[in-house]
């Protein structure tokens, strides 16, 4: 069995990934944002029942720290995750939670 060898630069990313999502706020958006959905931060607001300049906030943090992306449609500028594997990250802290 072959052992894939990281780079420095792949650790400190995945490193600055976890952190970001490191936040219960940003796993509780990352939960939502599961399953491939696309939201908008008036969305995603409404869900948590926080402030829109807090929920922007924390989307920029993980949007800054490669976690999601955005596409601006119209007025509106949907939120998603970059990579859907992510999604297994946020499963199993939501198993070990319990």
Do not use: W
Request: net charge positive; hydrophobic share 40%.
């Amino acid at each position: 069995m072959e052992i894939k060898e990281l780079q420095i630069e792949q650790l400190e990313k995945a490193a600055s990934m976890l952190k970001a999502i490191a936040h219960p706020i940003r796993i509780a958006i990352l939960n939502y944002l599961d399953g491939g959905k696309k939201l908008t931060v008036t969305q995603i607001h409404e869900m948590l029942k926080i402030e829109q300049s807090t929920t922007s906030h924390h989307l920029g943090i993980l949007k800054d720290k490669g976690v999601l992306c955005s596409k601006r449609e119209g007025k509106n500028t949907f939120y998603f995750m970059k990579n859907e594997n992510l999604a297994d990250i946020i499963e199993c802290l939501n198993k070990c939670a319990c």
